[in-house]
């Protein structure tokens, strides 16, 4: 086995966690394989390199900088052709499954999904895959060079932030005329409440069961001081805007105490929530992943839960 490629994320200019993430696994399998970390960057993030000091080289592709799925993708399958890493780790997020696929095609590679954990295993990686929002691993062996796609939150992103001066390496890349241009970036509207600032967060998830039930979770939060935010199923349902999502395509919180209201706990909620400092969740489904971050957890009917903690408020 040789080395290992991390494709690299960015937003407005700084590498996101996912970025972080990867490298720090990337180190870890590279050392046990004996071969190289690699990051592959994209147009003026080459000159953001030393923050990628876990990388043993930087691959600096001369594409636009802002993201365009035509030319990133083309950048990829470029910079896989030239370094023939054994495996290639992109994030599961909508860039990375933007790339992975077309990638992974047009170089005859397997894709591994939804990968939460990734070990050498013979002459190849060993995945573990969640599915069904994490309620099922699954096991995937793989011999030979694969693509990977690396659910964020999987691994620790300190692992990743080092400092340093790894070697640099432009790859001259043709991203051909491709019908994709990037515009400007649209980001979500204000809201009356900025639940990246509050301390206290009481969130809905699906399990709240209905929008005239999100008052009972309204109560709760005007009695504890505290704000209401919401899990992507609640936005899609139309309950409540998009500006109270917390999660991967929603905002990430850091507030003192987050209390789960009958969420589930998928991957792309945990992202956004999991650096709360204390997380209380009530579900009545024992199983469920949001009890695998929780600092509290009670598997009990969450409106008999919240009336008790009223009539205490009270």
Known sequence: MGDILVVTEHLKGDFQDITFEMLGKAKELAGATGGKCLALVFGDM?????????????????????????????????AVEAKSPSLTLVGSTSMGMDIAAPVATALGLPVVGYCCGISNEGDGFSFVSQQYGGKMN???NVSGAAVALVLAGSFPAEA??????PAVEDLAVSAGNGKVRFKKLIEPQGSDVDITQSEIL??????????????LAENLAEALKADVA?????????WLPKTRQVGKSGLKVKPKVYIAL???????????????????AINTDKNAPIFDVAHYGINADLFEVCEEM?????
């Open 46 to 78: 080459k000159n953001k390199a030393s923050e990628l000091g876990a990388a043993d080289a930087v691959i600096a592709v001369g594409t636009e900088t802002e993201y365009n799925p035509e030319s990133y993708a083309a950048a990829v399958k470029a």
């Open 138 to 140: 699954v096991v995937t």
């Open 160 to 165: 990743g932030q080092t400092s340093g001066s």
């Open 202 to 215: 009481v969130a809905v998830g699906r399990g709240i069961g209905s929008k005239d039930d999100i008052e």
């Open 230 to 238: 919401c899990s992507r199923a609640v936005v899609d349902a139309g």
């Open 262 to 280: 009958g969420i589930s706990g998928a991957p792309e909620h945990l992202e956004g929530m999991k650096s709360a400092s204390t997380i209380i």
């Open 310 to 314: 009223l009539e205490e408020l009270e």
